[in-house]
């Protein structure tokens, strides 16, 4: 599955005065929330909670939330560019300032799996060579997206 298969330019937003972890996670939770047309104290709650075992911050300026919700269907997901960064208690201590979060359906073995798979697909598409010095660079919510989408589509 392609990120831009669940990210739409609507879910992407350049943040400024994001001032730590909980902010942060409200903040993407409300996009979530928006594009998977739930609850936004669900999915709130399931960042949160997910977030409570183990941070999601994976490095590299990079913090990936995510979480499962029964009423979900399909996944969803939404990015946070924040340039100065948010506290996130990355692996690398560094903090977060690109933050992808992904909701999906708790249902069956299938879902959870193409949960994993996206969350592998996230990593591997920022991990192309520049895309996160140009994301950070990116003037507005609109060149992020397309930066994303390009990146996505060249990475097999």
């Known amino acids: 599955m392609r990120l831009v298969e669940i990210l739409a330019e609507d879910r992407v937003v350049l943040a400024r005065g994001i001032p730590d972890k909980p902010a942060a996670l409200s903040a993407i939770a409300q996009l979530l929330a928006r594009g998977a047309g739930v609850d936004l104290g669900a999915v709130r709650g399931v960042l949160e909670e997910r977030e409570s075992l183990q941070s999601t911050g994976i490095g590299d300026g ?70 996160r010095e140009k994301i950070l660079g990116a003037p507005d919510a609109v060149t992020i997206f397309t930066l994303v989408k390009d990146a996505d589509a060249r990475t097999p």
């Open 62 to 131: 990079v913090a990936i939330p995510h979480g499962f919700l029964g009423e979900l269907g399909t996944q969803v997901a939404g990015l946070m560019v924040v340039p100065e960064g948010v506290p996130f208690d990355a692996i690398d201590g560094r903090p977060a300032r690109i933050i992808l979060g992904v909701v999906g359906p708790k249902k069956g073995m299938h879902a959870q799996v193409e949960h994993l798979r996206i969350l592998a697909r996230v990593s591997k598409v920022l991990r192309e060579p520049g895309l």
